[in-house]
């Protein structure tokens, strides 16, 4: 534990479904502090009384973080150690606790994180995509047309693509997939350590149609893995035509962010590179 004169805040992972993936040290740490910071504390008092421990236990979440902080501040000043619980897996991790976490460490706090399940790593871990570069974008936007723009923004880039979905929209995010990213292979992992963990491939249209004959397969929470786009290779007659394009269109007063996206749409690639190179066009470079 910490220092007597001051607490610390120990950010913890916990379970996402299988129980026995709560880490000693975890189970420990959940016993000796004097506070627990949770998500939802009707969850996590299961959890508590699971490892017969009975800390004190208030709520944060979106709605009261940014309120939360005063009071958990005076408790480790006092010298009492805090622990940060979501209702499952890592906290931060597209749960609470930024807010809290990047005001405490202004202030000069201690946090310790102690590490244990995340559903993205967990999902990347058995997928057999790319792992080496990923990126993560938390869960999609709600509403159609967002969703879509924020899928559009990120098709070009040739990291795995990792994303979480909600089963009561979890056919309208494949819907935008297909749009978006056509035959791209994509997996699917739900209700992961759990009983009915389940890992599906293919391409998001296969997948709807997966969905839709076995309706038991969109219960649960999803994590959605989307294959890198594959790296585009320009010749060098390809790169002087597109600079001829490029060249064109600013002369014609088009701007440098409007020319590249033109491009990118007509040749394929990534919009930054032909910003970059619309932009040292612009330079006389």
């Not at 995340?118 to 938390?138: K, M, P, Q």
């Amino acid at each position: 534990m910490s220092d007597a004169l001051v607490g610390s805040l120990y950010v913890v992972a916990t379970p996402i479904g299988n129980l026995e993936d709560l880490s000693p040290r975890a189970s420990r740490l959940l016993g000796e502090v004097a506070l627990v910071a949770a998500e939802d504390t009707r969850h996590t008092a299961r959890l508590l009384r699971h490892l017969g421990v009975s800390p004190s236990l208030i709520s944060l979440h979106e709605h009261n973080e940014a309120g939360r902080v005063e009071q958990i501040d005076r408790r480790l000043a006092d010298g009492e150690d805090v622990a940060l619980v979501s209702d499952a897996g890592t906290p931060l991790i597209s749960d609470p606790g930024f807010v809290l976490v990047r005001e405490l460490r202004a202030r000069g706090r201690r946090i310790v994180p102690v590490p244990g399940a995340c559903a993205l790593v967990a999902a990347l871990s058995a997928a057999g995509l790319a792992t080496d570069r990923f990126l993560f974008s938390g869960f999609l936007p709600a509403k159609g047309g967002a969703r879509r723009g924020r899928l559009e923004a990120l098709q070009d880039h040739q990291a795995s693509l990792v994303f979480y979905e909600s089963p009561h929209r979890i056919h309208n995010t494949l819907a935008d997939l297909a749009q978006v990213f056509g035959e791209r292979r994509l997996v699917l992992a739900r209700e992961l350590t759990k009983t009915f963990e389940t890992f599906l491939d293919g391409t998001a249209a296969s997948l709807i149609e997966r969905l839709a004959s076995d309706p038991d397969q969109a219960r649960g929470e999803f994590v959605i893995m989307v294959e890198g786009a594959p790296p585009r290779e320009v010749n060098e007659s390809v790169q002087v035509e597109s600079d001829r394009l490029l060249e064109c269109l600013l002369a014609e007063g088009v701007g440098v962010k409007q020319a590249a996206g033109c491009v990118a749409r007509l040749l394929g690639g990534p919009r930054k590179a032909w910003y970059a190179r619309a932009q040292r066009l612009k330079d006389g470079d």
